[in-house]
Nanobody, 129 residues
Framework: QVHLVESGGGSVQAGGTLRLSCVAS?????MVWFRQPPGKSREEIVV???????KYADSLEGRFTASVDNIKNSNSLQMNSLKPDDTAMYTC??????????????????????????WGQGIQVTVSS
């Protein structure tokens, strides 16, 4: 059973924009966006709750904006002023308390934590200079 599906990735030039979406199969208390650049470790960059509260990693420098749509069980990540350093595999994960699986370990961004137990496949974002 697929729990989360990401879309909206692709290739853009530096300075461009992309909008990622993550659609869940059911309500999520919170979601986390991760990214993993080539050859580097995965980094949690956004935590967003179903009430709209959210935190961003400092590395995003205010260029990304996350939003949640509880009716559609989805969230989106608007990425502006993209840089080559933003090139990465982006993955969303969600804490779904109705799932019959335990919650995962907490992932925190600037003090806001989420414990995802459902994961997407990941989507590639490539930014060229």
């Amino acid at each position: 059973q697929v729990h989360l599906v990401e879309s909206g990735g692709g290739s853009v030039q530096a300075g461009g924009t992309l909008r990622l979406s993550c659609v869940a199969s059911r309500h999520s208390a919170c979601m986390v966006w991760f990214r993993q650049p080539p050859g580097k470790s995965r980094e949690e960059i956004v935590v967003i709750f179903d009430d709209g509260s959210k935190k961003y990693a400092d590395s995003l420098e205010g260029r990304f904006t996350a939003s949640v749509d509880n009716i559609k069980n989805s969230n989106s990540l608007q990425m502006n002023s993209l840089k080559p350093d933003d090139t990465a595999m982006y993955t969303c994960a969600a804490e779904q308390r109705a799932l019959s699986r335990p919650l995962g370990p907490p992932y925190c961004v600037n003090g806001l934590c989420c414990r995802p137990n459902a994961w997407g496949q990941g989507i590639q974002v490539t930014v060229s200079s």
